[in-house]
C-alpha cells in the first residue's frame, strides 16, 4: 500500500532511529525516555504506529488475492463521499463517524473549513 501524503517521513525517520538505539540500549522504554528526554506516550505511540506501518508494507499482496484485510483505520478510506438529501429540513445537521468510533455531530450552517481544521486535529496522531 503506497505512504499517504500526510505522512511525515522525517519524523518517522527520527523515530526508527530512535527505536533501534533503544533496542540496543537495554533500557526500558520508560528509562530511555527519560535519559533521551523523549515523550513516553510518543515513544510508545510510534513504537506500534512503527510496527504497523512495517507489517502494512510486509502484506501488499494480500489486498491484491483478495484475502481478508485486518480490521483497522489504515485500510478505510480517510474520507467517503457524501450526498446530502435537498429536501431534508434545515435545523439537520451530519453525524460523522471518526477513528476509533468517535462521533462528531455537526449542526446545519457549520463553516467547512473550520470543519476541514477541526477534522485533520481530531484525526491526526498526537505525537
Not at 499517504?4 to 533496542?23: F, M, T
Not at 483505520?73 to 431534508?88: E, Q, Y
Request: net charge positive; hydrophobic share 40%; aromatic share 8%.
Amino acid at each position: 500500500m503506497p505512504r499517504p501524503e500526510w505522512r511525515d517521513l522525517a519524523k518517522e525517520r527520527r523515530w526508527r532511529r530512535l527505536l533501534q538505539q533503544w533496542r540496543r540500549s537495554g533500557l526500558t522504554g520508560r528509562d530511555f525516555c527519560s535519559h533521551n528526554s523523549l515523550s513516553e506516550p510518543c515513544f510508545y505511540f510510534w513504537k506500534r504506529e512503527i510496527a504497523r506501518r512495517d507489517q502494512e508494507e510486509r502484506t501488499p499482496a494480500r489486498a491484491a488475492t483478495g484475502a481478508a484485510l485486518p480490521s483497522n483505520a489504515a485500510v478505510m478510506p480517510a474520507f467517503v463521499p457524501v450526498r446530502l438529501d435537498a429536501a431534508a429540513p434545515a435545523t439537520v445537521g451530519l453525524e460523522i463517524v471518526l477513528s476509533g468510533g468517535r462521533l462528531l455531530r455537526v449542526r446545519s450552517g457549520f463553516d467547512a473549513d473550520e470543519l476541514r481544521r477541526l477534522l485533520a486535529a481530531l484525526e491526526a496522531p498526537s505525537c
